[in-house]
């Protein structure tokens, strides 16, 4: 966990001048249904309302694939099911760092990550705490790889993930509650409970976490709750949730080469520690009107994290304000359809951090950021092709009072434009060709006496969809080529390192995602990566960027009979460049890895039960180090072999 600097400003919104148009097209859903279920619509929300089709080549993870995978956490399914590469959290908790389209140390920054459509990425160098919302309130997931900046604002070049909760409406009174032990000291016990009637609808969710974690010092104590209410209108709803979470944390820090291979357990430092408390109330309404339809999310979000680091210790305290109103209208001439997206994002974020050192207090630091987009698309099918536009203007206020001071405004712009083409019932083409941005957050601009410019992604995918339900590829190229990339080179300032704007890198690649029914108990899925990362300009051109794998696969087995499920995956990486072989002078590289997990559940009668474990094979690998060739190579190191128990009992 690091520590975060923070701000208590009061700077106010500006207006900002309007822009007009359009955003993402939408196409099916590769919506991975479990041998033996039946295929049901998968209602989605990548339109930011909700509809029944994907964006181009979306996973679409549904709570019973979760269920069935034995995935833990948000992260964790995400990981396993969708095949995201993700680095593991240096605090011990779920919070991997998902990697979408190759960006290395920075790819927290470079995805957006939505709960129910409110944004919880942070404005600061920490990985949305996706280990805070409570598994089982989880209805789906939506991955969409690749640049949607109109739709979702800065940081979604490497992609936006979607987590959709059970929110709907419900009759009845519907339960369940998980106990689970491992080894290390694993201990987890989760409920939750959703009733409705009349139009009404009331869920709760519990969960607490206890583990000692894989190294030393990494102990973990965690509690979640989650909960809403919604009344169901004549044509809409209204709703408002509240969610908390608090997580106690140790730290075990990075090691050497050489005391990674003399016991990658230990901990360097014993002492180490941190919390965060953190708590969102939502509040939601969606009205339709014919063919016009309303809808608008208010949010509010304050946390506190706290870190001790060998005498160093840190108290941040942040709150994000969210207003988004938007509006659709759909309307139908013969056989053509066209459907017509509008709305706005406003964003207030604020931090205050106090911090000392041996009991000598540093400089306070106050941040805040605010932000007004208004974003457009408009789509329209005809016969077997469909076309979308979109646009979204943007204006950032920045102010930073600490060691240095600033304040800047500047706006930025995003568009997408979208075709797709269904050649006969078993092949679709698609292309997509866009800009998308991201800025820098509080903790890349601290310390800096000028902020660093936003950066710039120019972003083109193009692929195809072959086959239906029970066999299905999905293929795809694409390039992202940035400008002014926002980085931390470990090199800069004389060797110190700095946060700063790179000369122009690209990304490229291909990804395919396939799935195939073997038989009627029988299913197999894949997802393969291959992603070429470099400089193209400066005196770095042609070389490869830091920590990030050229190739990655992720093949998962799933059996499933009447009253047992068994599923069975491995994920390959590839070797990494080290964080501070910025130059490739290194002959070393961050080893390739392949980890082996598999669960086993039975049924009986409102039971379950279930075997579970990860890493099977007990193999010692590390997919984060942040050093170069010599011995410092500041590592940190995945978990061994772990395994786990659970009863869940259904009412």
């Known amino acids: 966990m690091k520590s975060a600097s923070s701000n208590r400003s009061n700077a106010a919104w500006k207006p900002l001048a309007l822009v007009s148009a359009l955003a993402t ?177 009331i869920d709760a969710n519990l969960g607490a976490l206890r583990t000692d974690n894989y190294r030393a010092n990494n102990e973990l104590r965690q509690e979640n709750f989650s909960g809403g209410v919604q009344w169901a209108l004549q044509n809409g709803k209204v709703g408002f949730r509240v969610d908390s979470a608090r997580q106690d944390l140790r730290l075990p820090g990075s090691l050497t080469l050489s005391q990674y291979l003399q016991n990658p357990r230990q901990t360097l430092k014993p002492t180490e520690n941190g919390s965060l408390d953190s708590d969102r109330y939502t509040f939601f309404v969606d009205q339709r009107y014919g063919n016009l339809e309303l809808a608008a999310d208010l949010s509010y979000r304050e946390k506190t994290s706290k870190g001790d680091f060998s005498g160093f210790l840190s108290n941040a305290e942040s709150e994000v304000k969210q207003f988004s109103p938007r509006a659709k209208y759909v309307s139908n001439f013969g056989s053509t359809r066209n459907e017509l997206i509008v709305g706005m994002d406003f964003s207030d974020s604020k931090r205050f951090t106090q911090s000392s050192f041996n009991g000598a207090a540093n400089a306070d630091e106050h941040t805040s950021q605010q932000s007004m987009a208004i974003y457009g698309r408009n789509e329209i099918r005809f016969g077997n092709m469909r076309v979308a536009a979109g646009a979204r203007h943007e204006k950032f206020d920045q102010d930073l009072r600490a060691g240095t001071s600033y304040n800047q405004s500047f706006s930025l712009n995003a568009f997408d434009l979208n075709a797709s083409y269904e050649l006969t019932p078993l092949v679709s083409l698609f292309g997509k060709a866009g800009k998308s941005y991201r800025v820098a957050n509080v903790d890349e601009n601290a310390f800096l006496s000028k902020p660093l410019n936003p950066q710039r992604s120019n972003d083109l995918e193009l692929g195809g969809l072959f086959g239906n339900d029970n066999n299905k590829l999905i293929a795809k190229v694409f390039r992202h080529k940035l400008k002014d990339e926002i980085f931390y080179d470990p090199t800069a300032g004389g060797g110190v390192g700095a946060n700063v704007n790179l000369d122009r890198t690209k990304r490229q690649g291909v990804e395919i995602e396939g799935r195939a029914r073997l038989s009627s108990e029988f299913f197999l899925s894949a997802v393969l990566q291959h992603v070429s990362a470099k400089f193209t300009d400066g005196p770095n051109s042609g070389k490869e960027m830091v920590l990030v794998p050229k190739n990655t696969a992720t093949v998962r087995l799933n059996w499933k009979a009447d009253k047992q499920t068994a599923d069975v995956g491995v994920q390959w990486v590839d070797t990494q460049r080290y964080g501070k072989d910025v130059s490739n002078s290194c002959t070393a590289r961050i080893p390739s890895f392949a980890t082996l997990d598999a669960r086993y559940a039975v049924r009986v009668g409102a039971w379950e039960f279930a075997v579970s474990g990860t890493n099977l094979t007990d193999k010692d690998y590390y997919s984060q180090a942040f050093g170069d060739c010599s011995n410092n190579r500041g590592i940190y190191p995945d978990a061994g072999r772990s395994v786990k128990f659970s009863a869940r009992l259904n009412f």
Do not use: C
Request: aromatic share 4%; charged share 20%; proline share 2%.
């Open 25 to 201: 097209l939408t196409f099916p859903a590769v919506a991975q249904v479990e041998t033996g279920q039946q295929l049901t619509p998968v209602t989605v929300s990548a339109s930011r309302f909700e509809s029944a089709e994907a964006p181009i080549g979306a996973t679409v993870i549904t709570a019973q694939q979760i269920r069935d995978s034995g995935a833990g956490s948000i992260n964790e399914a995400i990981r396993k099911i969708a095949g995201v590469f993700g680095r593991a959290s240096q605090s011990g908790t779920s919070d991997s760092s998902l990697d979408l389209r190759g960006f290395g140390s920075s790819s927290n920054q470079n995805v957006a990550i939505f709960v129910d459509g409110i944004r919880i990425s942070e404005n600061e160098l920490q990985p949305a705490v996706m280990s805070a919302i409570a598994i089982e309130s989880v209805e789906r997931i939506e991955v969409v790889r690749g640049g949607s900046s109109v739709l979702y604002g800065e940081g979604a070049t490497g992609g936006t993930i979607q987590i959709i909760t059970k929110r709907g409406s419900t009759k009845g009174t519907h339960g369940s509650v998980v106990a689970e032990i491992g080894n290390r000291g694993h201990e987890e016990i989760r409920a939750s409970l959703n009733a409705g009637w009349d139009g009404f609808s």
